[in-house]
């Protein structure tokens, strides 16, 4: 059964303290990891997506990677904009499910000034 | 902003009571998924629609659960014979085939008494 993992579930930082996020994987042929950002009653929003062991994806003070197994996004010197509940999902690579996003349960991020 | 607008954003109801969301992705999205939301968990996949082709239900879909997407433009998730369980957000986003990047509404909260 394809399974997401995020860790951990809560993370506080202070403002500028450097950090990365979690997202464990298993699926039967990976077609594409993730990430999406959630604001608190809003829906996720999406931040990047990876296809293959290697991949980098940047933007602004966030930065995903990917390995075959799990998947990082790290967040240098964060601001208090950016708490949210970081989401990870993954898209397998089979042709009944090929179009369903399987997530994770998240980490919520604080970033206090 | 999205341009996916979900209706009502917010309903109460009385246990037993039908309830209908209706979601209106941008005119490019030809997917359409509806996923289910509850407190500290990542969204659950519920159905989705490539036009007006329903392609795939999860399991989490009961008998009272019903989808359309007439036309292959906006759609509906209506439940019948609400229960407690059935209290969640309920998340539509709309996509393109082949791709995981899905761009959602902000949700419609569903509260049973």
């Known amino acids: 059964e394809d399974q997401v993992t995020q860790s951990p579930e809560a993370l506080r930082l202070q403002e500028g303290e450097s950090s990365s996020l979690n997202c464990s994987y298993t699926?039967?042929?990976?077609?594409?990891l993730f990430w999406y950002r959630q604001d608190p009653g809003k829906g996720p929003e999406f931040l990047f997506t990876?296809?293959?062991a290697g991949e980098e994806k940047e933007k602004e003070r966030l930065k995903a990677t990917l390995t075959k197994k799990e998947s990082f996004l790290h967040i240098t010197a964060p601001k208090p904009e950016d708490s949210a509940t970081y989401l990870c999902?993954?898209?397998?690579?089979?042709?009944?499910?090929?179009?369903?996003?399987?997530f994770g349960r998240g980490t919520q991020l604080t970033v206090w000034p | 902003d999205t341009g996916v607008s979900q209706n009502p954003r917010h309903k109460i109801t009385k246990r037993g009571q039908n309830v209908t969301f209706r979601c209106d992705p941008i005119?490019?999205?030809?997917?359409l998924y509806w996923y289910r939301q509850t407190l500290g968990q990542g969204p659950e996949f519920l159905t989705y629609?490539?036009?007006?082709?329903?392609?795939?239900k999860s399991r989490l879909l009961s008998d009272r659960f019903s989808a359309e997407r007439p036309k292959g433009s906006f759609s509906t998730l209506e439940i019948q014979r609400t229960e407690q369980g059935d209290s969640a957000m309920y998340l539509c986003?709309?996509?393109?085939?082949?791709?995981?990047?899905?761009?959602f509404g902000e949700g419609s909260r569903l509260t049973v008494l």
């Open positions: 005119s490019e999205h030809n997917r």
């Open positions: 986003a709309g996509g393109l085939p082949n791709t995981g990047e899905l761009f």
């Open positions: 699926v039967s042929g990976l077609r594409g």
């Open positions: 990876l296809y293959s």
């Open positions: 629609f490539q036009n007006e082709a329903q392609l795939e």
């Open positions: 999902a993954v898209q397998a690579d089979r042709g009944s499910t090929l179009g369903r996003l399987y």
